[in-house]
């Protein structure tokens, strides 16, 4: 499952259902959290929800234990890319964050190791008008390279755009062939839930791709099934639909 606008609100919530939800299907089938946030939100949540398995963060760059915050597999982008990744975005005025190992970064003075998994950029007025967000991160979508890949998403409002750079090859989609290595599953049987455009990928290589009501028409026509947006808690409805029905004795 993704994270914004699929498992928690625009207050980063998560609501009594989805925690019922979740934990319902947890005790009957592996379950992780796919995000493009950084790894101490993942683990974060994950905890909150009572998972144990593998979780992906990162964009799909990087696999963790969210009992111990450790980092199970990381696909490290090359320090030159990082480096002129970040300073081109430091010239554009636009605001990123950088995993620099376990930490987040949002300044280039911060980063000390330069080991890089993923960095997200945006525009520094979160108010500023949707059509503008979006053209400015899709204009920084050229500082990718032969050796970086650069992903769009759109934050759980549907208003903030970011533009979300790993190593090329490297995704939510890659994330998840991972996971599902590394748990025992069949990725024909992984349903995969999820509302943006980094969502996509994953989609390509899950069994049951189920869009939230709040996706896009693009991000929409990715999937096969559809459930209703966060408010109406999509995820309980994914579970009941594909994963675990209330009263189901597996």
């Not at 144990?52 to 990087?62: E, H």
């Not at 970064?105 to 997200?120: G, H, L, S, Y």
């Not at 939510?172 to 509302?195: I, M, N, P, Q, Y």
């Amino acid at each position: 499952m993704d994270l914004d606008g699929t498992l928690i609100d625009t207050d980063e919530r998560l609501s009594p259902g989805v925690i019922e939800a979740v934990s319902r299907a947890a005790a009957r089938v592996p379950v992780a959290i796919a995000s493009g946030r950084e790894p101490g939100d993942v683990a974060r949540y994950a905890r909150q929800l009572g998972l144990t398995t593998p979780q992906i963060s990162d964009n799909g760059a990087r696999i963790l234990d969210p009992a111990d915050n450790s980092t199970i597999e990381a696909h490290l982008m090359d320090e030159t890319d990082a480096r002129s990744i970040t300073a081109g975005l430091d010239a554009r005025g636009m605001r990123f964050f950088a995993v620099d190992g376990w930490n987040l970064k949002r300044t280039i003075p911060e980063i000390e190791a330069w080991e890089i998994t993923v960095i997200a950029a945006s525009t520094q007025d979160r108010d500023a008008p949707t059509d503008f967000q979006e053209a400015t991160v899709r204009a920084a979508m050229e500082l990718a390279s032969d050796q970086v890949a650069a992903i769009l998403s759109v934050g759980a409002d549907g208003n903030r755009w970011y533009v979300n750079y790993t190593r090329r090859g490297v995704d939510k989609g890659t994330g998840l062939r991972s996971w599902a290595e590394r748990v025992g599953v069949s990725l024909d049987g992984v349903v995969f839930v999820g509302d943006s455009l980094n969502d996509v990928e994953a989609f390509a290589v899950a069994g049951i791709p189920v869009a939230m009501g709040s996706a896009s028409d693009e991000v929409a026509a990715a999937a096969q099934e559809r459930v209703g947006d966060v408010r109406e808690d999509g995820v309980v409805q994914a579970i009941e639909r594909f994963v675990a029905p209330t009263g189901r004795l597996f």
